[in-house]
């Protein structure tokens, strides 16, 4: 049918939908946008519409690993589950080797944000050029275990206020991410420290070492051939939080927010020194300071001006573990999921998962 007929197909992909994210545009991004760029770049497509919670991740499970990419037209709840859904798979190595790829198509696009930068973040046409022409990057992984049960975050975790941001305010969806704005002035008005204890395994916390960082490329052992099957085991998870290398955090904590990209959403610039595949986890922590200084970082939040305040603390780190006070209540939010007001112990793994990049 086309010019060019008996030209090889270009890319094999397996595209999601989810017709509920956002403000329901996904739909119409696919069949106006998406699907005509895929089909003219000699894209094979299959495509499959979500039609429920973990939809996404039953998929992923199950899915012939011979796909060059997996597509989410959604926010970044879909690739969460997606990647969930490749990690609980016998082969997880070999799956998480597929690129899972967003399209801006949800409330909040933080994933696209941060692949292609915060004019073109939530442009559709550059997300499907990606698609179709995008290089496999890796991804760091954190493992988030709590009691026996372990899942992996590939976008952040929060604790505290940023959490009731994350979870607390469906009812704004309407917004866009510009609910993240308003959450946080909501929180500013609270004002309260969250009972948890906080324990983190540092490697970078001093702030001129921070800067100092430059943006290297990800060592090669990363690309060497992967030549174990499962996945690995957490390195620091049994040791306990009073040997070397753990320092607890012990001054009231406004919100703990930790994340492995650096935008959380267009206005919220919130792990400045956050890399692809660095196998960190970065961790920004407020501490309850004065209504008046906070309210000062509300402007340099786009920016990322918050990292230079007194009260505001960054820790690049393998891993960190969280307590809450007994008979306190909460909320913990893992890319935008709740999870149980329970301990938590998440660890960082290095370019465990892939997406792709222009
Ligand atoms: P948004 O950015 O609007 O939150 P996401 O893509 O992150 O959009 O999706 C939000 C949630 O919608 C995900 O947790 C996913 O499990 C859920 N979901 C997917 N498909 C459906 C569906 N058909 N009906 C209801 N929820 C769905
Ligand atoms: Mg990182």
Redesign the pocket.
Known sequence: ELAYDGVPPRRNVKVLV?????QGRAKKIYEKIVRPMLESARCVIDTQ????????MEIAETISLDCDAIV?L?????P??ILNGLASRPDAIKALRIPVVPVP?????GFSLNLHGLKAGFDVALAVLNVIKGKPMRLDLCSVTQGGRRTWSYFSQSFGFMADIDLGTEFL?WMGDTRFYLGFLYGLISNKPYPFKLFIKSAISDKKDLLALTREPPSKELFKENLVESLPADRYISESTSDTGWVSFDKPILYVYAGLQPYVARDLLQFPMAKPSDGYVDIAIQEVASRAALLSMVDEAGRGGQFYQDTSHYYKALAYRLEPYPNSKGVFSVD??VYPWEPIYIEAHQGLATTLSM
């Open positions: 989810n017709p509920k994210g956002g519409y979500t039609t429920h919670r973990f939809h996404a989410a959604s926010g970044d709840g879909l969460h589950e198509s949800g409330s909040a696009n969806r935008g999921e």
